[in-house]
């Protein structure tokens, strides 16, 4: 086999150095799903802000679900360290951003995750066409049928959820204005000198100490 050229050395050395890089960058990268899709790119710069510098955020779309779901996103931190801080607050303590019912998750990102990966140096990928004859040609029939199935069971599965997440939401909606018309009333009695007047009749202290 002929050695290959400098130019070609070049190249390989180049894309080698590329996907090197783009390791890398995997490895500072958090993988964050179930946030609310109404939550934006500075929203989750603020959320993610008090674990180090986030240095991008990149939403990742779903074309294939007709539902409002949750979306997923990939941010990109400083360094390793600061990634690996961020994965392990939101795994140890429930960590909620923009009034998501459900707290938002994060895991380590992998290369397939990334619309713009670079292919690894060395790799080829070829394509033939496959008639029906082909013993190939059934697996992949079978594979269609499957993806197909999947996708059915998957629409019915994000269809429950979001059905849970809309009662949940309601749920905090309503224990939320409970909790604020306490505080109105305590605030209220507070300052009209009811709650004076009651520790004076009961002899109770109403003092710092």
């Given at each position: 086999m002929?050695?290959?050229?400098?130019?070609?050395k070049a190249t390989q050395e180049r894309l080698e150095k590329a996907y090197a890089a783009f390791q890398e960058k995997v490895k500072r990268t958090v993988y964050l799903d179930?946030?609310?899709p109404q939550v934006n790119?500075?929203?989750i710069r603020t959320a993610l802000g008090q674990f180090g510098n986030v240095v991008n955020?990149?939403?990742?779309?779903?074309?294939?679900?007709p539902f409002d779901i949750p979306q997923c996103a990939l941010v990109e931190m400083e360094n390793e360290k600061e990634a690996a801080a961020v994965i392990s607050e939101m795994k140890n303590f429930p960590f909620m951003i923009l009034g998501m019912p459900r707290p938002a998750r994060a895991l380590p990102a992998k290369p397939e995750m990334f619309a713009d990966?670079?292919?690894?140096p060395n790799r080829k990928i070829q394509l033939r066409w496959v008639k029906p004859s082909d013993p190939e040609f059934e697996v992949g029939k079978k594979l269609k049928q499957q993806v197909k199935r999947h996708r059915?069971?998957?629409n019915a599965m994000i269809k429950l959820q979001l059905a849970e997440e809309e009662k949940l939401a309601k749920q905090q909606s309503e224990q939320l204005k409970t909790n604020y018309k306490k505080y109105e009333m305590i605030e209220n009695i507070m300052q009209d000198g009811?709650?004076?007047r009651l520790a004076r009749y009961y002899g109770v202290n109403l003092g710092d100490d």
């Open positions: 002929a050695s290959a050229s400098a130019p070609e179930n946030i609310s790119i500075p929203v955020v990149e939403f990742i779309l779903n074309y294939t679900i990966r670079p292919s690894p059915a069971e998957t009811t709650a004076a």
